[in-house]
Every structure is written in C-alpha cells, then in structure tokens.
Antibody, heavy 116, light 109 residues
Framework: EVQLVESGGGLVKPGGSLRLSCAAS????????MNWVRQAPGKGLEWVSSIESSSTYIHYADSLKGRFTISRDNAKNSLYLQMNSLRADDAAVYYC?????????WGQGTLVTVSS | EIVLTQSPGTLSLSPGERATLSCRAS???????LSWYQQKPGQAPRLLIYGTSTRATGIPDRFSGSGSGTDFSLTISRLEPEDFAVYYCQQYGNSPLYSFGQGTKVEIK
C-alpha cells in the first residue's frame, strides 16, 4: 500500500523557517519524481516544487522566489521542503505527492501556519 | 503563463443527474498532460483522470474526460452521493510547470 506521511508543519512567525518532511513507503521511491503542492485555507491547489528521481532536475513555482528548497534522500525514502523567510501567504496545507506530469498519489498533508 | 479557468464555479445538481465541468486554458495544452482531481472536505485530492481521458486506477466509469487544445471537460454521467465534491483540472508542461484551475464545486441541489 502506497503511503506518504508528511510532518514538520506547525506555527511559525513571519520571517521564520520550517522544514517539512515526507516519509514514503509502498513503492520504489527512488524511481519517482516527487512534488510538493499546497492549499491555503479555503482556497485552491498550488504547485510548489518538483524533484526528479535522482535530484538532477528540480523546479519551483516562480512565486517562491528562491525561499524554498526541495530535496530528497532516496536511501531514507524521504522528501523534504526547506522553507525560509516565511510570509503570511505561505500558510497552507502542504501535500507530498508523487507523479510526473500528473499527481498520482497524495499524502494527507501537514498544516503550516504563519502568524506573529 | 498558462491559466486554467474552470466553469461553473458551483454546480447544483441532484443525485442521478449528469454533471459537465469545463476547463479552459489560456493557451494550448498537450492532451497527454491534462488531468482532473476530486477533493472532498478534509481530504487530500485524488487523481481521477489523466491524459485528458484515461481514468486512474479504481475510478468508476461514470467519470469521463474529453477535449483538446484549450477546451477540456469532465463528465459524471450519473451523480452518486459520494461524487459531491470539488473538482480541479491541472496541466503540465507549460510555464509554470504545473498549474491548476480554481476548482468547480459540485453540490447537492
């Protein structure tokens, strides 16, 4: 059974940092492109970042302007998102998703709240 | 930058009725990379359709997708109670790499 379990969300002050993690199981993690997608409260879906299986190709949404860094550890079947200089509009549920060209399977998400 | 516009914003229908959701792109989208997702309250989205018309694993055949170029649609032939949810279209390959429509809510009339 495919499982994607996010962790690391929580309350952070504006300008602060947070590192999200995603533990994957039930599939060959090292073969798949992984992604982060977020959803602000009551809003739609927004793609954040993607990382190809060997970390060679990495893409970000333009709106992030270099504040976020995606990475992965295939030995640990884990995906990460380092988020710096957080702003109020970064508050959202962050989903770990696998898929390339489409989002095949989603974790349940981790909530990030940005507030002073 | 490609923008996906979904219509209507809300669709009010009764169980057993047919639902047709539209997704229009601001520029041409490859049919291979147009997908649809269903999201129920408090849940993560679920892939329904990919490649414009291919149902994902386990998706019932009352869900179908069609379209090309800039106009795509998702049809639910006969609404079941569990189909009332928000539906998103999504494209891959244009700038930005991925983008979503704003969603269509299918609600019980």
């Amino acid at each position: 059974e495919v499982q994607l379990v996010e962790s690391g969300g929580g309350l952070v002050k504006p300008g602060g940092s947070l590192r999200l993690s995603c533990a994957a199981s039930g599939f060959t993690f090292s073969r798949y492109t992984m992604n982060w997608v977020r959803q602000a409260p009551g809003k739609g879906l927004e793609w954040v970042s993607s990382i190809e299986s060997s970390s060679t190709y990495i893409h970000y949404a333009d709106s992030l302007k270099g504040r976020f860094t995606i990475s992965r550890d295939n030995a640990k079947n884990s995906l990460y998102l380092q988020m710096n200089s957080l702003r109020a509009d970064d508050a959202a549920v962050y989903y770990c998703v696998y898929g390339d060209g489409r989002f095949d399977f989603w974790g349940q998400g981790t909530l990030v709240t940005v507030s002073s | 930058e490609i923008v996906l516009t979904q219509s209507p914003g809300t669709l009010s229908l009764s169980p057993g009725e047919r639902a047709t959701l539209s997704c229009r792109a601001s520029q041409s989208v490859s049919s291979s990379y147009l997908s649809w997702y269903q999201q129920k309250p408090g849940q993560a989205p679920r892939l329904l359709i990919y490649g414009t018309s291919t149902r994902a694993t386990g998706i019932p055949d009352r869900f179908s997708g069609s379209g090309s170029g800039t106009d795509f649609s998702l049809t639910i032939s006969r609404l079941e109670p569990e189909d009332f949810a928000v539906y998103y279209c999504q494209q891959y390959g244009n700038s930005p790499l991925y983008s979503f429509g704003q969603g269509t809510k299918v609600e019980i009339k």
